[in-house]
């Protein structure tokens, strides 16, 4: 990885000086950069953190406002942070246990070592145990060590202080909603919004317990008891990971992609969140900063076609599950983004005196792009019910009636534009990639009438309107002297989504159209070695520069897999998997010059992709070593 830009040890201000916001001075924060955090989470809500800081924490899920907000809200929106008093702010080692969402940071110096354990309890569900649990250790070897405590809670927009209550040995933070009881071992008198210390000796850890509860009894949990609770998790995720069917070229980067996956699916709806955490800037100090904790259908789809090609199952039954029976109210509309409840997302707004992550402002909440019109989301949801289909899974007369509903839907506005996969913020077009998931959506459908009652009617129009939108596409779509489909019908421009084309089978994978689409947008939107623009940069109408895209990568390896050069896909896959995080996560874009990753973090497309990527190059491997080598 490269170092963060401007920076030696990965820190930089939010500010270059204090900010004045709304008529109020905001004391500028050091926050690391974004490729640093990780997250760790209970599958309702999750907790960012880097350092040893825990800068974000919406309670009591993913999408609720933060307790812990500092990530892009400045000091004063809260943070619970564990330090050594006498190294530096840059940890020796920051690792996930393997095969596990519970987090280790060291920090060693000539005094001894600080090891700080971190992690969410899963499965409270049916227990007496508090909505989350929170749990902190902190052990020292060599030596006593002095660590640094501050624990500073603030809720939402108004960065509100809880009312504070001592109640025997435990802290207790009160808003009108939700309440934290803070409890440790051994017991210390932790003051709230003030830096204290505390010291730690060699077999005498410290432990801390955050129990959050929303409209419910408040649960105090001991923390030697909390203790035992996140490592009967950590082996929870250990005994999940173990089933996961992973390439042995790429199983570490996989099992941690899948582990981070189910992480970000909320248990109590089966919805995956896009990502935890909202307005990480996809470039520095810029405004291109979104809220991404709701649920795509796009993303539910991915993870479908994901969790099965993994073996994962059970997984992919709840993905298909929440994504047939969210929005029914719109039916057969489809939203591209929604609720984890499955209801439209609030209105998109910014929070006017939040100074954003290093100063990238507007900080918004809620996303509008649940109001637009997107074909696309067609496609990928009938293709992974299809996928659903041919791996064992029964879809039942309500849910291939909903289904049919959606096909009907593109048989009646495949004419139409649309906002396009990346949510463009003008005036519709007709987006090519949109359109061939419209041709999917219908070709899918007729593959699936086969297999359930369907009128005769209904499959001759789906076939009609299927034959006359892939003659739509290849007399409008392509461009005969690129050899190469195009980003819109009135342009010349490319767009790294038709990288799925090979994957569709809209036409034979090694076909020249294909090949020739493929090469040109590895060509042409390319941003330095594996990396990609989703479209050529400065024609999305929004102002200021983005990263390259990590998904629009891991669609070039899978691509390059489906049209015979493996060798070329493992290659490119390695190079990107080398882009990780420390921790072995990715964002949603990196700077093609820095590595530094930018937009939120984790990212569920991000990772799903890269799940695909490697499973497709496995398979094409697989084909070539038994000789079923696809020939042109």
Known sequence: MVAAEGSQDGILDDLSSAARVGGAVLEPAKLPAIGEYGAIGDTRTAAIAAHGSIDWLCLPRFDSPPVFGRLVGGRQAG??????????PRPSVCQYRADSAVIETVWRSDEGEVTLTDGLVVEVTGSLLP????????????????????????????????RIERRGEALVCLWQRVALAVTTAPPLRLPVGAETAVTVRPGAPVTFAVAAVDREPLVYVDPGHAWRLLERSDRWWRGWARDIDAPAFARDAVVRSMITLRLLTYAPSGAPVASPTTSLPEWPGASRNWDYRYAWTRDASIGISASLAAGKSDEATAFLYWLLHAGRVNRPHLPPALTLDGRPTPPERAMADWIGYRGSRPVRVGNAAGLQHQLDGYGWVVDAAWAYHRAGGRLYGETWRMLYQLIDFVARHWHEPDAGIWEVRGEPRHYVH??????????????????????????????????????????????????SYLRTYDTDELDAALLLLPIIEFEPARSLRVIGTVDAVHRELSAGGPLLYRYPPGTDGLEGPEGAFLPASFWLAQGLAATGRIDDAGRLFEDLVERASPLGLFAEEIHPETGEHLGNMPMAFSHGALVQAALAIEHAEANRSSGREETS
Not at 79 to 88: D, E, K, T
Not at 139 to 162: M, T
């Open 434 to 483: 949109s359109k061939l998931m419209g041709w999917l959506a219908l070709d899918r459908g007729l593959r699936m009438a086969h297999h359930h009652r369907t009128g005769r009617r209904r499959v001759g129009r789906w076939r009609r309107e299927r034959d006359a939108l892939a003659a739509d596409i290849r007399e409008r779509g392509f461009d005969h002297r690129r050899g």
């Open 131 to 162: 909505q989350t649990l929170l749990v902190r250790r902190v052990q020292a070897r060599g030596g006593p060590q002095d660590v640094l405590v501050r624990f500073d809670p603030c809720r939402g927009e108004g960065r509100r202080p809880p």
């Open 79 to 88: 943070s619970f942070s564990i330090r050594p008093a006498r190294s530096g």
